[in-house]
């Protein structure tokens, strides 16, 4: 069994479907989108062959795919020990527990024969640093975790990707950890992207344009500047 495929048996995202049936996409091909090339560059590996692609994949579905690939178990689905996940310092920390019921995913994963790229994709809404990399934490966990499985499949290189745009805040850096494993950034082009993004809000009336949750009115007005980013040229109004 190969790894993407392995990964193919848990995505269910509609939309993955739709951008297949739209664009003709499953497997890529060369010659690949620039964006894989930048990929190539900071990766220093070339991408194999048989390349895909999944959109909001969960990290439960990791668990899943890397124990499945590892043990080269296509069927007689084993249960297996939920274990805790350790907290990356080495501390008694709770994480809680590797598999969650949770939809927390990353944005793209690019899997071919012998790589898994998890692409977390930043640009205007806040966020911040521990959350992503309790992400990272966990998928490393998974693929540790399907190591200790079994050895009758192969084995793979987990690789992890910021793409972010506009200047990066200095709060997203703040309590960075120490995973073991580099955190590369490559920049998002959003020069096709028009400037000034809007947003559409509830206010108090059609009269009355302060923000209310329970108004009776909407309103459509420019969406606040994040701290750090050169999106837009203006704050918008309250």
């Given at each position: ?7 193919a ?16 996409l ?8 620039p ?42 689905f ?33 899997a ?7 692409i ?8 911040r ?20 499985a ?10 992890f990707?910021?793409?972010t745009a ?8 703040k ?17 096709h ?21 329970k ?24």
């Amino acid at each position: 069994m190969k790894l993407h495929e392995a990964m193919a048996r848990f995505d269910r995202k509609e939309r993955k479907v739709l951008i297949e049936n739209c664009l003709g996409l499953n497997v890529l091909s060369r010659p690949l989108p620039p964006l894989f090339n930048k990929l190539e560059t900071k990766l220093n590996f070339r991408f194999g062959g048989d390349l895909r692609w999944f959109t909001d994949y969960h990290i439960d579905w990791l668990v899943g795919a890397f124990w499945m690939f590892r043990t080269n178990t296509s069927k007689d689905f084993r249960a297996q020990d939920n274990l805790p996940l350790p907290a990356s310092d080495g501390s008694s920390k709770s994480l809680g527990r590797l598999v969650r019921g949770s939809q927390e995913d990353f944005d793209l994963i690019l899997a071919d024969e012998a790589n898994v790229v998890c692409i977390e994709a930043k640009w205007y809404d806040r966020w911040r640093r521990p959350q992503f990399d309790e992400k990272v934490w966990r998928v490393i966990q998974a693929k540790d975790c399907a190591s200790r499985a079994g050895e009758s499949g192969g084995n793979f290189n987990l690789h992890f990707v910021l793409a972010t745009a506009g200047n990066r805040a200095p709060l997203q850096d703040k309590g960075a950890k120490d995973l073991g494993v580099p955190i590369h950034e490559i920049e998002l082009d959003i020069s096709h992207r028009l400037p000034d993004p809007l947003m559409v809000s509830r206010c108090e009336s059609k009269d009355k344009l302060k923000l209310a949750s329970k108004g009776s009115g909407w309103r459509v007005r420019l969406a606040p500047k994040r701290k750090g980013a050169n999106t837009l040229s203006r704050t918008g109004p309250g």
